[in-house]
């Protein structure tokens, strides 16, 4: 005879006999199974916002209501643009310029070059 306490209740236990072992052992496996599944979907929660919380990340945020929409937009926000405009023009306009230069060029040459040239045929009757 074989003594097996319950998972559930450890001050529970029943005596079994040998040949019912088997039996016992199948049907505790699959509860421990179901028990488990339904362990884990109790703990991570069915939608979005009932997930596990996370453990060993630190988040820090500040109200909604305490925060400003556009701090210092005006006083600091628009000479900083100003000033990082200016510092980087001349890195950054001149390939824009070359391009648009050589763009216009190729376009010009090439409307010139679909027609005659009317001075190729002055002599032609």
């Not at 310029?97 to 763009?103: F, I, L, N």
């Given at each position: 005879?074989l003594?097996i306490?319950?998972?559930?209740s450890?001050?529970s236990?029943?005596?079994?006999?040998p040949?019912?072992?088997?039996?016992?052992?199948?049907?505790?496996?699959?509860?421990t199974?179901?028990?488990?599944?339904?362990?884990?979907?109790?703990?991570?929660?069915?939608?979005?916002g009932?997930?596990?919380?996370?453990?060993h990340?630190?988040?820090?945020?500040?109200s909604?209501?305490?925060?400003?929409?556009?701090?210092?937009?005006?006083?600091?926000?628009?000479?900083?643009?100003?000033?990082?405009?200016?510092?980087?023009v001349f890195?950054?306009?001149?390939?824009f310029?070359?391009?648009?230069?050589?763009?216009?060029?190729?376009?010009?040459?090439?409307?010139?070059?679909?027609?005659?040239?009317?001075?190729?045929?002055e002599?032609?009757?």
């Open positions: 005879m003594k306490q319950f998972f559930l450890y001050k236990s029943i005596w079994i006999h040949e019912e072992y088997c039996v016992l052992n199948e049907s505790i496996s699959i509860v199974s179901t028990l488990l599944l339904q362990y884990r979907q109790l703990k991570m929660g069915h939608h979005f009932n997930l596990e919380r996370v453990r990340v630190i988040t820090y945020s500040l909604p209501f305490e925060q400003k929409a556009f701090p210092n937009y005006f006083t600091k926000g628009i000479p900083n643009l100003w000033r990082r405009f200016r510092s980087q890195k950054v306009a001149p390939p310029v070359v391009a648009y230069v050589v763009y216009t060029w190729g376009n010009e040459e090439f409307e010139r070059l679909k027609r005659k040239n009317p001075a190729d045929f002599n032609d009757e």
